[in-house]
């Protein structure tokens, strides 16, 4: 079920905080940490103790009372969710060719779904989750707790991906949802057919959100090592091109570096800062820089 | 053109089933470029795409290139050739320089009269004209320039295929001929000079007889042997006999070479009969010695050992040729008058000594009983006879193949050329790839 928690991963940055910076008036207040603290400062309600709940919480002066454990809820100090949004479309399927027992982009994003989504739940965070195809849309409400994220794991662990990233105008609804007092994990390709990807960005971020662009890349893109007449082809569309790869490395390069030159200029506008990881780096590396350049960013 | 190419051996052409290999190493490996599956075919649009046909072209290029070392393989195996030159149905004069200085000016132009095309017998020669030829009649001859023209004649006419008839116009020595002749691949008509007196020719040995015991008649076969191979290579007039010893006619005794086989010496009334210069060459009577062999060193004998007979030691107004290495004589050397006696002190028998038997044996003979200015006319001017020019006919012909050259050398440096191309070009497609 935690197949996608690396022990070394989570030892490197376990102890490392989620913070959401602070994007509307009064929306976010600094750090949600509330659960590290203890109890929460403002009373919400009681509720049945469940096995599983620290015995910290117990109210034990209600359970004089009643002879039944309750546990004080309070009231969240930022009642933030936390929605990892996972690009399921085929192109997250791309696996570095030099490296062919690496992770595969999806893999790759998977584990680091499972990783955030760690710290999130165990900052009491609610962490959800939404993987995007166009053929269907898994939606994992957010919630707090354990249970919830190894009930995440699972769902997690049945996702497929396949097809496209769907058009934004077919999720207006799951959208909606995002747009509520939330911190949003975009973890893709952000390659797209024709502008879904960013009009899913674009209204994602219209509301009270907090979006965290997190884009996978591997060696074999970045570094085109290819060489002689190979025919590419395109793992969404199935369209293919045959070209000498020698020749054709120059051009590549800089069609990424235009690529990704677009999409920083459309993020920054949408005021999304965009983290690169590279699939074949490793990993507890790349989320140790993660978190703390957004720590860095915080302060 | 190339309906004229031939092989020498058709079987090398199997060779040619291996050309199966390239062609189904291009069927197993055909493919239109490796295929790499990416998450966004937009960021390659812009690079030039390839067009299937130039990866097929690399491909193509490569089968032909291997096939074109298979079959040049083939070929190498095989042997092909080119035809020799093809000469018209023109008649060709093949004339040795000996010939030109032999003749007169006449004889010169009668034979640029008869013939279209006329050749010096000598490496690379063209075809030539009065004029050079008359020139090359100046060069003063020299006698070491007689030269051996069998081999020209054999080479020339290996190389160019005749229409015509042939004609070889040459002088008549031996020398002209060699001893070694192979046969020639065309007919030739022969033209031979006689360019010394008549009276030269007349100085060398006609007549030899072989006088020996009847039980001594397998050692005589020995001299027939050599006297006939004397003939047929250095005196072509030689007429020899072979009589017993005991029927010895003075006619015969009266021979240029007598060869005396016998257990009895020739006696001095057979001596006094003979009145002709005549050169006798007799061995040893009695029995084999008791002693072992010993060892001499003949001309043209460099391990030879004989039986050197006692009763040799009694000879002693002779002169000694050879001697062992013990100062017993073993080849003694009288003259009566105009009569040369050849003592050998054993025998030309194989129990004796082995020099019947070795295939010098008709030099040395013919050494021991010429006189220093006979051998000169033995080895320089001896005469050859037409009838004695193997002449090509038809049935030899048919084991000479056609003249043609060999395209080897060719062949061998466009298989490198290929080999070398389709290593590169393979190489480059196997780097690519990885």
């Keep these: 079920m935690e197949r996608f928690i690396d022990p070394r991963t ?290 | 053109m190339l309906s004229g190419l031939s092989v020498f051996s058709p079987v090398g052409l199997w060779a040619l089933i291996a050309l199966a290999i390239p062609v189904l190493i291009h069927l197993f490996n055909r493919s239109r470029g490796r295929l790499v599956r990416i998450g966004h075919i937009d960021l390659i649009r812009q690079a030039r795409r390839l067009r299937v046909t130039e990866v097929k072209l690399a491909q193509w290029l490569l089968l032909l290139l291997r096939l074109g070392i298979f079959t040049l393989a083939a070929l190498v195996l095989a042997g092909l050739a080119r035809p020799g030159l093809q000469s018209s149905e023109s008649t060709t004069a093949y004339v040795s320089p000996a010939w030109l200085r032999a003749v007169p000016p006449a004889k010169v132009d009668e034979l640029l009269g008869r013939h279209e095309r006329v050749l010096v017998l000598q490496p690379e020669s063209a075809p030539l004209s009065k004029d050079l030829l008359n020139e090359i009649r100046q060069i003063p001859p020299q006698t070491s320039t007689i030269r051996n023209i069998w081999p020209l004649l054999a080479d020339r006419l290996s190389l160019e295929h005749h229409g015509g008839a042939v004609d070889v116009y040459a002088v008549d020595l031996l020398a002209q001929f060699g001893s070694s002749r192979p046969a020639l691949p065309t007919a030739v008509n022969w033209n031979l000079a006689q360019p010394l007196s008549a009276a030269d020719s007349q100085q060398l040995p006609g007549s030899a007889v072989v006088a020996f015991d009847m039980e001594r008649k397998q050692d005589a076969e020995f001299f027939r042997a050599a006297l006939s191979s004397l003939k047929a290579h250095r005196i072509p007039d030689l007429t020899w006999e072979m009589v017993d010893s005991q029927d010895i006619t003075p006619q015969q005794l009266n021979s240029d070479w007598l060869i005396h086989l016998s257990a009895n010496a020739l006696t ?62 073993v080849l003694q050397e009288q003259t009566f008058g105009s009569t040369r006696i050849l003592r050998f002190n054993s025998r030309f028998n194989p129990q004796w000594s082995s020099v019947t038997q070795q295939a010098e044996f008709p030099e040395l003979l013919l050494h021991l009983m010429l006189s220093d200015k006979q051998q000169n006319l033995a080895f320089n001017d001896a005469r050859i006879r037409l009838s004695q020019l193997r002449q090509a006919d038809a049935d030899q012909v048919t084991d000479i193949p056609l003249p043609r050259r060999s395209l080897q050398s060719l062949l061998m440096f466009l298989l490198v050329l290929l080999w070398v191309t389709e290593r590169w070009l393979s190489e480059r497609k196997q780097h690519e790839v990885r």
Excluded at chain 1, 34 to 53: A, K, L, N, T, W
Aim: aromatic share 10%; glycine share 6%; with cysteine.
């Design chain 1, 10 to 299: 989570l030892a490197r940055v376990k102890d490392l905080p989620l913070i959401a910076k602070t994007v509307a008036d009064g929306f976010l207040h600094g750090l949600q940490q509330s659960h590290q603290r203890g109890v929460g400062i403002e009373f919400s309600q009681y509720r049945q103790y469940e096995p599983g709940d620290p015995l910290s919480r117990i109210d034990w002066k209600l359970f004089a009372r009643s002879d039944r454990y309750f546990v004080r809820e309070a009231e969240r100090e930022s009642e933030i969710s936390m929605w990892f949004v996972l690009d399921a479309s085929a192109s997250m399927n791309l696996t570095s060719e030099s490296q062919p027992d690496s992770w595969s982009k999806f893999e790759y994003a998977r584990h680091l779904l499972a990783t955030l989504s760690y710290i999130g739940q165990k900052q009491g965070d609610h962490v959800g989750m939404l993987a995007l195809s166009s053929e269907r849309q898994q939606l994992f409400p957010p919630a707090s707790g354990e249970r919830h994220w190894h009930r995440l794991l699972q769902q997690l662990a049945r996702l497929e991906s396949g097809h496209t990233f769907p058009d934004a105008r077919a999720i207006k609804a799951t959208i909606e949802r995002l747009q509520k007092n939330s911190l949003v994990f975009i973890i893709s390709d952000f390659y797209q057919i024709s502008n879904e990807l960013h009009e899913f960005i674009t209204q994602v971020s219209a509301g009270h959100t907090e979006v965290v662009a997190l884009q996978l890349q591997c060696d074999d893109e970045l570094q085109f090592p290819y060489k002689g007449a190979i025919r590419f082809e395109d793992l969404e569309t199935g369209e293919q091109v045959l070209v000498s790869a020698g020749t054709a490395r120059e051009t590549w390069l800089k069609a990424l570096e235009k690529h990704q030159q677009q999409l920083r200029r459309f993020l920054r506008r949408q005021r999304i800062t965009l983290t690169t990881i590279n699939i074949n780096q490793p990993m507890d590396q790349a989320l140790y820089d993660f978190l703390i350049s957004r720590q860095k960013a915080q302060r």
């Design chain 2, 268 to 329: 001095a009334e057979q001596l006094d009969l003979i009145n002709t210069p005549t050169t006798v060459l007799m061995d040893a009577t009695g029995e084999p010695p008791k002693g072992g062999l010993q060892y001499v060193t003949l001309p043209f004998y460099p391990f030879s050992n004989f039986r050197i007979s006692g009763q040799s030691q009694g000879q002693n107004d002779a002169q000694d040729i050879v001697k062992t290495t013990d100062g017993t004589a």
